[in-house]
């Protein structure tokens, strides 16, 4: 089945500068790949999310990249501010009808 | 609309006992998932409901069961507890089946096996 690993598992940026966190899957036939943020003591929530058809996707302040040839894609974050201190979790789906498996999320503190 | 909730918020139990989670999900929603949430092992996926059937399971064992009532509310239920099952239970629910539709987590149901 399909493997997701995510580095790094904890990152500190000063606040301004950029966030890149990095997942790889296992499954070339993956196709959908999500991100959902979890502040301390909240329920993980979409941020942003992409389809295998799609290279980049930008929302605002953050972006994900999709490499399918190398099989992995990342979240990056400019501008980072102190409510972008979270654990964000990537995840991969082969299709429709498999369920999301996740990465063991990254920390990301941003330090005013 | 009412998010996703979950009953309890908090348990404990003891080795060997059983336990039963409940999810109520965003009307109008038809698919509940499960995921196991532990410090090391990020979020783990148990199975997925969708009109009243289980659609998906993951890699979990037996004692691990689940069901879905035809309001869509799920409950899942751990037999003979052990300790390395203490974690924080989410449920998700959302509009179809499958991993293309976005999922709205509950706040979790945080279980201690003592």
């Known amino acids: 089945g399909e493997n997701v690993e995510q580095h790094p598992s904890t990152l500190s940026v000063q606040e301004g500068d950029s966030a890149v966190i990095k997942c790889t899957y296992s499954d070339s036939a993956s196709n959908y790949f999500p991100w959902y943020k979890q502040e301390l003591g909240k329920r993980p929530q979409l941020i942003i999310d992409?389809?295998?058809?799609?290279g980049e996707k930008k929302d605002q302040r953050i972006a994900v990249t999709l490499n399918k040839t190398a099989k992995h894609f990342s979240l990056h974050i400019t501008e980072t501010q102190p409510e972008d201190s979270a654990v964000y979790f990537c995840?991969?789906?082969?299709?429709?009808?498999?369920?999301?498996?996740f990465g063991k999320g990254t920390r990301l503190s941003v330090i005013a | 609309k009412a998010g996703v909730t979950q009953t309890p918020r908090y348990l404990i139990k003891t080795r060997g006992q059983q336990v039963t989670l409940s999810c109520s999900p965003i009307s109008g929603h038809r698919s509940v998932s499960w995921y196991q949430q532990t410090p090391g092992q990020g979020l783990q996926f148990l199975f997925e409901y969708f009109s009243e059937t289980q659609r998906n399971k993951g890699n979990f064992p037996g004692r691990f069961s689940g069901r879905q009532f035809s309001n869509s509310r799920s409950e899942m239920n751990v037999s003979t507890l052990e300790l390395g099952d203490s974690a924080l239970y989410l449920c998700a629910s959302s509009q179809g089946q499958g991993a293309y539709n976005e999922q709205f987590f509950g706040p979790g149901t945080r279980l201690t096996v003592l």
């Open positions: 995840a991969a789906a082969i299709s429709g009808n498999t369920p999301l498996v």
């Open positions: 992409i389809r295998s058809n799609v």
